[in-house]
């Protein structure tokens, strides 16, 4: 019958691994109690009212504003993200493309805050990229590695689980060192709709603002926490669509 093993020498102890696990325990739990009280609950405290604007014309409000209407190409897809490049791709989704309510546009004002970041300051919103990916990617990999180990009998279970748990630490750790980019970006996007008639009535532009901020929480998860946690926004959203219903 084979054997469970790892290394030999201190990491052997049993005593040891719980240390780490709970140690990497915290920040995982530190990135998902952020998330759900800063973009979670404050999406739910928004007012879902719908606007008299569309987002294709908020984006090009805002892209004129930051003077990205030469460098971005506008676009509607099938999800909506900000691609760099030249030309840089801000894509919406047709919610967001055709919707006027305070979400879709909230969206909008984020996406157009990314493309102004990254024109500014390429090098950080670079870093911020990178870490999100990371967060996708390292943790996906590392259990499959894990699963692959134990099931060759190399490893024990518990000492997978610990070095899975480790592994989503990395990556909200990295998450969250590289937040205050997005924040930043977020913040001015933000400004600009609350301060201006980016939108007619000023409490559209509050509640705009406010989402845009609140949406920049988002990606402090790993991507397979934030698979389990769900798409900010997606139960308001569906409330609302009921209601026009």
Known sequence: RPTRRFVDGPLTSPFMWKIILLVSLVPPIAVVVMR???CDRALRKLRYAMTNQSGEKLAEHLLRHFKLSEVVELKMKKRSRFVPGEPAVLALSESAWRGKDVLSLGEVANLVGRAAME???A??????DWAVRFGVAFPAFTVM????????AKLSAFVGIVIVVAAFALASVLLLATLPVELEAAKQAAAFVERTNALPRRADGEEVARCCRALAWRKIVPG????VLGKPGRSERNSLEDSKQ
């Open 119 to 121: 024109r500014d300051h």
């Open 123 to 128: 090098d950080l919103w670079g870093w911020r």
């Open 36 to 38: 759900t009280w800063f």
């Open 224 to 227: 397979s926490l934030e698979w």
């Open 145 to 152: 590695v894990v699963v692959f180990a134990v099931a060759v």
